[in-house]
């Protein structure tokens, strides 16, 4: 009996000390300093502030209560003045505008330029840049001097920033792409621009 109850305590002993061994090893983890573990969720986090506040900053930029009828591209080459139609096109008027106010345009530049258009205003001056806002089509025709937007495929989404002006008729483009403005100064301007010419600023009134 005696030697049973010994046994028994032996055995307790042994489980005891491979409990104590392997709780000690078997989580390598547990002696991690915390500044070498990725801190992913914070990175999350992060992210996904900036796609909120991209959001919003573009919801704004779109907002058709800020209403502008003129504005002044200055150029490298001088400046360009065009009607605005914010009663056709409102928010693509307002959320360039608004972009030109917050000075969004200085210093970018004229990424495209062919011999019926010009066209500037992505961030990344390259053609790739910008984001996405809605087509508002209307019946303007594309003329000398009008202002588009780009887009791509889909024509229900155009660019948020790269705008055109055509330097010739373009009637292909009637019923496609958003017009929203037209040149009344400048086109002598317009005709001059060459890739890499630069937007000093674009005011608008």
């Known amino acids: ?41 914070q990175d999350a986090n992060e992210q996904n502030v900036q796609g909120a506040t991209g959001s919003a900053e573009n919801a704004e930029a779109a ?26 096109a409102p ?6 505008g608004n972009k030109a106010k917050e000075g969004f345009y200085n210093g970018l530049n004229f990424h495209r330029v062919e ?24 019946d303007n025709p594309f003329q000398v001097g009008s202002l588009g937007v780009a887009r791509g495929g889909n024509i229900q989404i155009s660019n948020d920033s790269q705008f055109f002006i055509t330097k010739q008729e373009a009637d292909w483009l009637n019923g496609q792409y958003t017009n929203f403005g037209i040149v009344t100064d400048g086109m002598d301007v317009v005709n001059q621009l060459e890739i890499g010419d630069e937007i000093v600023s674009v005011s608008v009134e």
Do not use: C
């Open 115 to 138: 011999d019926w258009v010009v066209q500037g205003g992505d961030p990344l001056g390259n053609g790739t840049g910008g984001g996405d806002m809605p087509t508002e089509l209307n």
């Open 91 to 96: 928010l693509t008027v307002a959320n360039f």
């Open 1 to 41: 009996m005696h030697k049973l109850t010994a046994s028994i305590i032996i055995v307790i002993i042994f489980v005891a000390i491979g409990l104590v061994i392997f709780s000690s090893t078997g989580n390598p983890q547990q002696d991690q300093s915390l500044s070498q573990v990725p801190q992913f969720g």
């Open 63 to 88: 907002s058709p209560s800020a209403r502008y009828e003129r504005a002044v591209i200055q150029t490298s080459k001088g400046s360009i003045t065009l009607e605005l139609y914010p009663d056709d």
